[in-house]
């Protein structure tokens, strides 16, 4: 458990020009110790990371206040992160130990899905307005990386405009080194309008350090009433390491070397395929739905492109796909989010069916409604489970893989369509889901 220092000296650090801690104090080795890491390799405290990347890229001294992670309790300190050549000394001050916050996945996980409230758009800079800080859904909605917004100026990405008054709140508290509201400011990449809030910061010698603060779209919160289908942090999760295999994957499948086999580089088609269209999928919860009800799609085409997406999953796992054939089956709704509603249905049946049998898709049609079918013959599903697999990060008592998400993210994309996911199972005799949508 990373301490207070026994005595008023800074704690001393430094981080080389790939972001790793080379050499630290006890207090700070043991803090890098206890987020799973070590002395030689990457600085694992975000929060630290940031600020020494800020000044790396500056070039000048960074000053910030932040609020670190340690196993049992969080540490408020005072970071000082100081250029010098390709490296950066960090020196900390003031460290305070708290109450560990409740993790926020974990967070997610047990309290029910309506009360969840998104991450605010937050963000720090420093006395010279740029930035040292935001927070992932407020780097997602400027449709950046948390770490490139990290040292650009603040009037750069904004554009600041008066109130009724004619006057500008954030070049006022500027003046005066004191807090704000009601500053109103335009994105420049989009034109989205928001209201920034802030308070000053002042370092440990009492001088004025930047400022710290919130943003809101109009005169609500964003989280009132736009608030994201997936949580922020479960979308910062996400696309980040599917960004990475998209990048891998499109490096693969575009070699030209003839030592390469035709298969090797199909097969990093297909991934990079795969995961362009679940990190489309994954921005798309994050937006407000405009899919209700949708337009007229054909949901045997749409089955045919799911399968193609999981035929290599299902391949490797000995699993035969079986598509019915027909013609067309029209239906209503968003042609994005019925893909990965069959793409999480025949995924979780690929993984519960027995090697050597089939997962079969098939389609009705009643007087209102168009279904599609996806039956495995696995073990089957408990009737006390056949709610609870629904809901974020809850997976079947047996089932060891999967995220626990797939199938909370299927009904989600559903409903918002006015449709519904439905289930048939008994243990012992298989499961059958049922994407059910209206009819067109």
């Known amino acids: 458990m990373a301490s207070f220092p026994s005595d008023t000296r800074p704690v001393l650090g430094r981080v080389d020009s790939k972001g790793r801690l080379i050499s630290a104090d006890a207090q700070l080795e043991r803090l890098q110790v206890e987020a799973g890491s070590r002395i030689g390799a990457t600085l694992a405290l975000p929060q630290l990371a940031g600020v020494a990347r800020v000044a790396q890229r500056l070039r000048i001294p960074v000053s910030r206040r932040v609020l670190a992670a340690g196993g049992e309790q969080d540490i408020d300190m005072w970071v000082r992160a100081v250029p010098e050549g390709d490296e950066v000394a960090l020196s900390i001050e003031q460290w305070t130990s708290r109450p560990a916050s409740a993790p926020r996945l974990a967070a997610i996980s047990t309290i029910d899905d309506e009360a969840l409230t998104p991450e605010p ?14 927070s992932p859904p407020f780097a997602g909605l400027l449709e950046l990386e948390v770490a490139d917004a990290a040292g650009q100026s603040l009037t750069k990405l904004f554009r600041l405009e008066e109130d009724e008054e ?34 000053a910061i002042l370092g440990p010698d009492g ?5 710290e603060g919130s943003a809101t779209v109009g005169d609500a919160p964003v989280a009132a009433n736009d608030r994201p289908a997936l949580d922020p942090a479960v979308q910062t999760a996400l696309r980040s390491p599917l ?4 990048q891998s994957a499109e490096e693969m499948s575009a070699s030209t070397d003839s030592g390469v086999s035709e298969d090797y580089v199909a097969y990093a088609a297909d991934i990079a395929a795969a995961a362009r269209h679940l990190l489309s999928v994954i921005r798309s919860l994050g937006e407000q739905s ?27 796992r000995g699993i035969f796909l079986a598509l019915e054939r027909i013609g067309s089956l029209p239906a209503r709704g968003e042609s994005r989010s019925i893909v990965q509603i ?73 409903r918002a369509m006015g449709g519904e996911i439905q289930l048939r199972s008994a243990p012992g005799e298989g499961s059958r889901f049922t994407l059910v949508l209206a009819a067109a």
């Open 290 to 316: 405009d899919s209700q009800g949708g337009g007229q799609v054909d949901l045997a085409e749409l089955a045919n492109e799911a399968v193609g997406l999981v035929e290599t999953a299902a391949k490797e």
């Open 166 to 199: 004619g006057q500008m709140p954030l070049l006022d508290a500027l003046a005066s080194r004191s807090e704000f509201s009601g500053q109103k400011v335009s994105v420049r990449s989009t034109g989205q309008e928001l209201i920034f809030d802030g308070t």
């Open 121 to 134: 758009l937050a963000w720090s800079v420093d006395e010279q307005l740029r930035l040292i800080s935001i």
């Open 342 to 414: 069959l793409v999480n249905l025949a995924g979780n049946a690929v993984r519960h069916a027995a090697p050597g049998t089939a997962v079969k898709i098939s389609f009705e049609r009643s007087e209102h409604a168009a279904m599609v079918h996806v039956a495995d013959d696995g073990p089957g599903i408990d009737p006390a489970d056949q709610e609870r697999i629904f809901e974020p990060f809850q997976k079947g008592a047996k089932e060891g893989e999967g995220s626990g998400l797939g199938l909370a993210i299927a009904r989600r994309l559903a």
């Open 243 to 246: 960004d990475r295999i998209v």
């Open 207 to 211: 001088v004025f350090a930047g400022f």
